[in-house]
């Protein structure tokens, strides 16, 4: 699973759209003041899950270097162990 599908790209309720006075009880004024921010909170928990998958490192992005030649920072994890083995073994890359 990748991040994308946790992007927020916009709040599903704004304050701008509201009408000047709007007809709302209190409590659903409340209630809509509230809807951007708990949408927020359950968007950024979702990342946090995201993150703790086993997975989340095949789906983050690394900048290949000279010495590491990998798209995601499992692959660069993994480059780097074979590498340190590889030397450990006598046979430096």
Sequence with gaps: ???SE???TA???QIINLPDQPKM??????????S???QLR???NNLCDAFAQADAAANLGFTPSAGVPAGTVQAAVEN???QVSAAVLGSIP
């Design 25 to 34: 009880t209190p409590g659903e004024l409340k209630r809509y003041f509230d």
């Design 80 to 82: 780097v162990q074979k």
């Design 11 to 13: 709040f599903d309720k």
């Design 6 to 8: 946790h992007k927020l």
């Design 36 to 38: 951007s921010p708990e």
């Design 1 to 3: 699973m990748g991040f």
């Design 42 to 44: 359950q968007a950024h």
